[in-house]
């Protein structure tokens, strides 16, 4: 993830980069045309110079011929001194060359001759420095002459050079302003790219708030292609919602929950008379029948306390699979008293699922839709089969009768939990005690636990089964 800080520290960097480029092909640029300037100065002025050394020297030697004092001859010396310093700058400024050679061969004659015109006045031999005097007189003029000959001829290089360097200052000139072009160029596309990657993706995050806030959690996730704290918020964002919208569905469907317990209440409260009073009264009745020694009819009432009991207890809790099977025995014992030879009831339970928290009135329910709307009417050979068994980690559960069974479209009802057919099959799928029908069975179960599936099987003429598959360790604070 790359930061926002890291982002500006990278552009900040490549301007200063682009500006110190800027700088020193502008410096560059300047020093070369300093030194070329200045090579070409000195070498004028050495050669100036050098003109002007020679004709002093050739002054001092003329008066030195004139008046042959010792103070005269010192001065020449002196400039004689002057000529040797100069032409060592000479030899040392200027590359090797024709007209070099040619220059220091005439210096270097000019100084043999001015020596012969000492000794032949030191020897008072007046041809002799008479004709070197001329000599000297007429290396000078030579020398003067040659001297201004490399100065034109360095004239017209320097203004070859000269326009080259004025083409190559303009470059670097253009090059210079190209660069900072780029420069503000580029600081103008990445203060629009910069700035559109945060408020793009605040104002995303400002509109999507807004349709959270007006109870839209339904929309697709904000989408950040580059990775940085805006990306992280983004991505928290979406988490946010999806949590909101988890939250909201719980929150539905304990509301669901707590109306279909209100329905069953409400279903169970019309049909109560005085709960303490009724069970005391089925009491009473059992003990009397057992005195009397009608001890079937004792088991029956005590069968029908507890059904009722059971029935009309608190339906805000959690219950356990073996209470549920308990309860259902209870219900068998009572039909195959009224009966008889009628009905068969059969059981397959395996004891290690007892421990199975189930929502409380789920089995019952289901025995007696079978019974009143598949077996009821049957004259003889009805059965009723209940399985509890294990399979990969689930418990299943089924209720299996050879009653009449049912068309696709009535288990498409049964299983549509959708609120428009509550009421179109709440009287269908109603049992005759406890007031609860098949769907609110499948609502409750698949509130319990969503891992929950509920299966029916059911062919016209030949049966009907039903199949719910649990978790076999549930959830320990689910409400029934």
Known sequence: MIKIRTKLLIYFGVILLLLLLLFWIR???????????????ASFFLLNEMTKETNQAYQSLQIYVHEPLPENLALYKVEIEKISRVEQQFRAMEKEGIPKKNLLNMINNFRKQTEKTVQGIEKEDIQQYSTSLKEVEKISAYIHEKALDLIDEK?????????FLDEKITQTKNMGTAILLSIILLSILFALWFSNGITITIGRLTKEAEEISAGRYNREDIVVSQKDELWFLTKTFNEMKKNILESVKQIEEK??????????????????????FLFNTLNTISKTAYIEGADKTSDLISSVSALLRYNIGSLDRQTLLKDEVA???????????????????????????LSTPIPCLTLQPIIENAFIHGIERMAKGAKITLSIYEKEEKVLIEVIDNGVGMDQDTIDRLLDLSEETDQE????????????????????????????????H??????????????????EDTLC
Do not use: W
């Open 155 to 163: 004239l017209t290089k320097y203004q070859a050079a000269s326009y």
């Open 327 to 353: 309860i259902v025995k209870e219900y068998f014992f009572i039909q195959k008293t009224r009966f008889g030879g009628r009905v068969e009831f059969t059981e397959d339970i395996d004891p290690e699922c």
């Open 27 to 41: 410096e560059t640029s300047n020093q070369q045309v300093k030194k070329l300037y200045d090579e070409n100065m």
């Open 425 to 456: 099959v709440a009287n269908k799928g109603a049992g005759h005690s406890t007031g609860i029908g098949m769907r609110n069975v499948i609502k409750r179960l698949r509130l319990f636990d969503k891992d929950s599936q509920v299966k029916i």
């Open 255 to 276: 509301a669901k929950l707590a109306q279909l317990l209100k329905e069953m209440e409400l279903k169970s409260l019309q049909n109560q008379i005085n709960p303490h």
């Open 458 to 475: 059911s062919i016209v003429g030949e049966g009907t089964t039903v199949l719910i598959s649990l978790n076999k360790l549930g959830k």
